[in-house]
């Protein structure tokens, strides 16, 4: 289901152009084509997670992927943008219903780390693999179909999944799950801190940061955020116990998770704007200017293992998140002088998301009960949709602070050259505070957890 999710909106990107000239969408109509889908992904993950936990993790995926297969099919019958944005909000449920489940499946189907790594490296491999093919995929699928055709693609591999999840996955023990009351409140609370904390970003993209809108979103987002906190503490039976939140291996691996989402994110939204808008590259150029990235995402998997083995988790998520800032740093302070600077960056921050991405995930998951295990890769996935949304918002904000008049005109002027800059070196440099800042977090946090330095069978989950 990771696929799916890294798949999906790579590969209708591509066809935004072809969708908004079919449909007669507007540029904003356009943005939630593929926004919704991430704002309802993120805003219920939480939700999904913790059912997922009392009534069957296996039950869920099942469900969301028949209403996948059922979303996707419904793009056939596509006649306006607002109903295909609608089609898109559903995809983000299913999502929402499958994707933490993959993380808490594999993880529940082995009992030693080492298989639990090997088993989270693979999944994540592949959906690596998905955003990496989904442009070229999609734009050699539109040179001879509709554009309704990258989007029934998810009906057979909801069909498939949800054969194999059938049949070579048993259904959930008794005991591996927990009969507490969902926490309507809680769960309402967390969805609106969620949604506007994934939405405000791109309103201040957009809108620029001297609109009221962007800050009355935020200011949603804090109090909702403090009231689903408040809640949490005050009721018998939270959505989420905050106690399991605050053990050291969650929430340092969950540190880990937000600065590798803020650092790809950011990075990612900061080259594309100067490969084609201040060095002038073609989309084409600049789509190979980021393959360095590319490759080392889906070929970094082979070295997860070994580096594990060696160094151990705590120092793998070191080793990971000290190259995600090191990447960031070297973007910020040199990238202006040259591609291979950019290049160096792309490749650090790449090596680095690649053994974060893995370590986080299977550290939040030791840390947490058996009963708890898919509202924890709801959380790491939560965390990391999250991040990626303030790293795209403080760089287009900054952006829009420094540069003056329209920044998709060509033929820039010397001082709007200089105004840019300035602008990617400040975004830059405050990204790599920012992911530093949670890295040294999360560094102090894990060294207060187990004290794990190699993958060890059935290792004890953290008891504090």
């Not at 591999?157 to 070579?168: S, V």
């Not at 109090?223 to 399991?244: K, S």
Request: with cysteine; proline share 4%; hydrophobic share 55%.
């Amino acid at each position: 289901m990771f696929l799916f999710e890294m798949l999906d909106n790579s590969i209708l990107n591509v066809a935004l152009p072809t969708i908004g000239r079919r449909l007669s969408a507007s540029t904003t109509e356009l943005q939630w084509v593929t926004g919704v889908y991430a704002v309802v992904f993120g805003g219920l993950m939480l939700v999904f997670g913790a059912l997922a936990d009392r009534v069957g993790r296996r039950k869920i995926m099942l469900l969301g992927l028949v209403l996948l297969g059922a979303a996707s099919l419904a793009t056939a019958f596509v006649a306006t943008a607002e109903q295909l944005i609608a089609v898109r909000a559903v995809m983000g449920v299913a999502a929402a219903m499958t994707t933490p489940g993959s993380l808490a499946l594999a993880f529940r189907l082995f009992d030693e780390d080492t298989l639990r790594v090997r088993g989270t490296t693979l999944i994540s491999t592949v959906g690596l693999v998905g955003l990496a093919i989904g442009p070229a995929a999609g734009g050699f699928v539109l040179a001879f179909a509709p554009w309704q055709a990258l989007l029934l693609v998810n009906v057979p591999i909801a069909a498939l999944a949800f054969i194999g999840i059938r049949r070579g996955i048993p259904a959930d023990r008794k005991d591996e799950l927990h009969r507490d009351p969902v926490d309507g409140p809680g769960a309402l609370c967390g969805t609106a801190a969620i949604v506007s904390a994934l939405v405000a970003p791109t309103l201040f993209v957009d809108a620029g940061a001297a609109s009221l809108l962007p800050w009355l979103t935020t200011a949603a987002a804090v109090v909702t955020a403090v009231l689903f906190v408040v809640r949490a503490r005050r009721t018998a039976h939270p959505l989420l116990d905050l106690a399991l939140v605050a053990r050291p291996l969650v929430s340092s691996g969950l540190a880990f998770k937000g600065a590798s989402g803020l650092a790809v994110a950011g990075l990612g939204y900061l080259v594309s704007l100067q490969l084609q808008l201040d060095w002038g590259w073609t989309p084409a150029r600049a789509a190979l200017g980021m393959l360095p990235q590319v490759v080392v995402l889906i070929a970094g998997g082979a070295l997860v293992g070994p580096l594990l083995t060696r160094v151990g988790f705590d120092g793998a998520a070191w080793l990971g998140a000290g190259s995600v800032v090191c990447g960031l740093a070297v973007y910020a302070l040199l990238g202006r002088f040259g591609y291979v600077w950019v290049a160096l960056a792309l490749v650090l921050v790449a090596a680095g998301m690649r053994v974060v991405g893995v370590v986080a995930g299977t550290n939040v998951m030791r840390g947490l009960p058996a009963d708890r295990t898919t509202i924890g890769a709801a959380l790491v996935d939560t965390s990391g949709e999250v991040a990626t949304a303030i790293g795209i918002a403080v760089s287009g904000t900054i952006l829009a602070a420094f540069f003056t008049g329209d920044i998709a005109t060509s033929h820039w002027s010397a001082d709007r050259t200089a105004e840019f800059g300035e602008a990617v070196t400040l975004a830059g440099l405050l990204l790599t505070v920012s992911a530093g800042a949670l890295v040294g977090w999360g560094i102090a946090r894990s060294r207060r957890g187990t004290g794990t330095t190699t993958p060890t069978p059935a290792a004890e989950p953290d008891g504090e």
